[in-house]
């Protein structure tokens, strides 16, 4: 029995030690196979920052393309090729603080469409400066579309609700839009039908008195307003059937009180510059929709 009791023992040994190295085995195998689900976690969420790189906004060079430049329409057209890369500033930030909402044209309709249409009208200006003691260049407005470039073309176009969570945000520095010179309905005409029509509240029979010196800028900004409101009700009709419920709001109404809101505060500054500054105009920045 002395004898015995150690081949037991040994075969005891045995069993334990397989048992060990089965169970370590185990472990190696759950161990390797946790590695590589963290690993193929990371690349994952890699590939979907990456993915949501939202690109950036390029447009034609203006000032490239302009003839020489009068003395006395430098400091407008200045100031309006200024404005023209303040948009695209404005527009940039959009784009990358709305990466994930609306759906495959969110971008065109709610940044890009807005962008030109904003661009259309500075152009515009300063081909007016330009043409009031020297030949109008022509053919600027080809020069108003922009491009998306980069990750962007994927990443700014993803999921759908919000088309336009963006358009209230990228539109200061272009809210021109409001036109005003007895803004209500002007401009609208034409407009009516299912489609309805843009109505902004009038905003030169709030003005104060405006002083001479003011009176052209001011007269400019107010025509201003009136294109903002018509290029604002030709995109209505031309955007009939896209987008979800709040699209006419979030990519036609938002980005117009934008535009209005900054020709209205054009209009505040010219006027103090000289008198008493109005207060208050912002107001009536907001336009609605008719049907």
């Known amino acids: 029995m002395s004898r015995a009791l150690p081949k037991y023992n040994k075969r005891r040994v045995a069993i334990i030690g397989g048992a060990v190295a089965v169970a370590l085995t185990g472990a190696v195998v759950v161990n390797t196979a946790l590695a590589g689900e963290s690993k193929s976690g990371g690349a994952t969420t890699n590939a979907q920052t990456l993915a949501a790189g939202p690109g950036t906004i390029v447009c034609p060079d203006v000032a490239s393309k302009l003839p020489a430049v009068p003395a006395s329409a430098k400091a407008e057209v200045d100031r309006n090729l200024a404005l023209l890369q303040t948009q695209i500033n404005e527009a940039n930030t959009r784009l990358q603080n709305t990466v994930g909402q609306g759906g495959p044209n969110f971008v065109q309709n709610a940044i890009l469409g807005p962008l030109k249409d904003k661009r259309v009208s500075t152009v515009n200006r300063i081909a007016t400066a330009i043409g009031r003691t020297a030949a109008k260049p022509a053919g600027l407005d080809a020069l108003a579309p922009?491009?998306?470039?980069?990750?962007?073309a994927a990443a700014g176009n993803q999921g759908n609700n919000n088309a336009g969570n963006n358009a209230n945000?990228?539109?200061?520095?272009?809210?021109?839009?409001?036109?005003?010179?007895?803004?209500?309905n002007a401009g609208n005409a034409g407009n009516a039908g299912a489609v309805g029509t843009i109505t902004c509240p009038d905003v030169a029979s709030q003005l104060p008195a405006v002083p001479a010196t003011a009176?052209?800028?001011?007269?400019?900004?107010?025509?201003?307003?009136?294109?903002?409101?018509?290029?604002?009700?030709?995109?209505l009709k031309n955007t009939v059937g896209q987008g979800g419920p709040n699209f006419v709001q979030n990519a036609i109404l938002g980005p117009l009180q934008g535009k209005r809101e900054s020709t209205i505060d054009r209009i505040a500054i010219s006027i103090g510059r000289k008198g008493t500054k109005p207060q208050g105009l912002n107001v009536l920045a907001a336009c609605t929709l008719n049907k």
């Not at 009176?215 to 995109?235: G, M, P």
């Open 169 to 184: 945000n990228g539109n200061a520095g272009n809210k021109g839009n409001n036109g005003n010179a007895g803004n209500n």
């Open 215 to 235: 009176k052209a800028e001011v007269d400019r900004n107010l025509a201003l307003l009136q294109t903002q409101i018509n290029e604002a009700n030709t995109r």
């Open 146 to 152: 922009c491009a998306l470039n980069g990750a962007g």
